[in-house]
């Protein structure tokens, strides 16, 4: 069944012990899971990857249906989990193991999605949608996290905060428990003080890497480019990142062509671009032309392949990919 994000709360019991947690807003989904089913079921938790998972099937399905009797029951958190695991959470689901509540974390997933229709079908279980945070839901959860500490800070620093965290609720909390420690023989916090000790964002997200690339913005691409340290899986994340935001920007360009308002095209688009999204949108579609978007998506398809191919050299072979676009020679990262 589906329940919404805002009522799950109200929902979540001993009766029904499945539940797929989706969305883009991964802050609010850790922040849930810990407040909420941490609180509301007893027993150890378990966290599982679905990589890890694939790694050793037998072991997770042994796990999940070899009742211990030293345990009150289990919570087992699956992360990132995709299409790919739906037979094997549809057989146990199916099963229906003793003591064992079974919690599914996933990106975002589309209506064709099989782990969604399936979640949402069946009335023991529940599918619940985290979209992403807008500026006064992350204000409040600001405020009242600052007023159980009992601090005081003036909503320009505040501001600051949010605009430093891009909206990612795990990023502001860090932010804010910095601000916390900082704080804690009760002196008054500057705005100095507030940017030298919160971390710019890029610090945690390579997707503004992908954006800045896409809008042309030669100095920031480099300057987050060296200060990454990307391994391997960062790598293939940044070729996924620029396919998926390329393809968004082909649709947004056909949409525009017709249309030829661009304000528009943005706040009707489906499913909504954020709003901390929309400037670096803009400027992404008048640098690019449908063409240029058409081209990219077939040299950034070859480049993914050519990675999987040589991934000793993934790295050298994405800053060269970027470098290309820019006409800079490699000493510059």
Avoid at 107 to 112: A, E, Q, T, V
Wanted: aromatic share 10%.
């Amino acid at each position: 069944m589906i329940v919404k994000q805002f009522d799950l709360k109200n929902k979540v019991d001993n009766k029904i012990k499945y539940y797929l947690l989706y969305g883009a807003n991964k802050g609010l989904i850790e922040e849930t899971v810990n407040t909420i089913f941490q609180k509301k079921f007893s027993g150890n938790s378990e966290v599982y990857d679905e990589i890890e998972i694939f790694k050793n099937t037998e072991n997770f399905q042994e796990n999940i249906f070899n009742k211990s009797f030293f345990d009150d029951g289990k919570i087992i958190i699956v992360k990132r989990a995709t299409d790919k695991i739906f037979f094997l959470i549809k057989e146990i689901i199916e099963n229906d193991p003793d003591d064992i509540y079974l919690i599914i974390n996933s990106s975002i997933l589309d209506k064709k999605s099989k782990l969604r229709n399936f979640f949402e079908k069946q009335s023991n279980c529940i599918a619940s949608a985290f979209y992403e945070e807008n500026y006064q839901s992350l204000i409040n959860f600001s405020k009242n996290f600052l007023r159980d500490k009992n601090i005081k800070i003036s909503l320009e620093i505040l501001n600051l905060i949010i605009e430093r965290s891009k909206g990612d609720r795990i990023n502001l909390k860090n932010e804010l428990e910095k601000i916390t420690s900082f704080s804690s023989n009760n002196r008054t916090i500057n705005l100095d003080e507030i940017k030298k000790l919160t971390n710019l964002a890029e610090n945690y997200d390579l997707s503004e890497l992908v954006d800045n690339y896409l809008a042309k913005n030669q100095r920031k691409t480099l300057k987050i480019l060296n200060e990454n340290n990307l391994n391997d899986e960062d790598i293939i994340k940044i070729v996924r990142l620029l396919i998926q935001k390329l393809k968004r920007l082909k649709s947004l360009k056909i949409i525009l062509e017709k249309n030829n308002d661009l304000d528009q095209t943005l706040a009707s688009f489906k499913p909504p671009i954020f709003w901390k999204d929309k400037e670096i949108i803009k400027h992404q579609l008048k640098n690019l032309t449908l063409e240029n978007i058409k081209f990219l998506i077939v040299k950034i398809n070859s480049l993914e392949l050519n990675i999987k191919k040589n991934s000793p050299v993934s790295k050298k072979l994405l800053n060269n990919f970027i470098l290309e676009r820019f006409r800079l020679s490699n000493n510059l990262i």
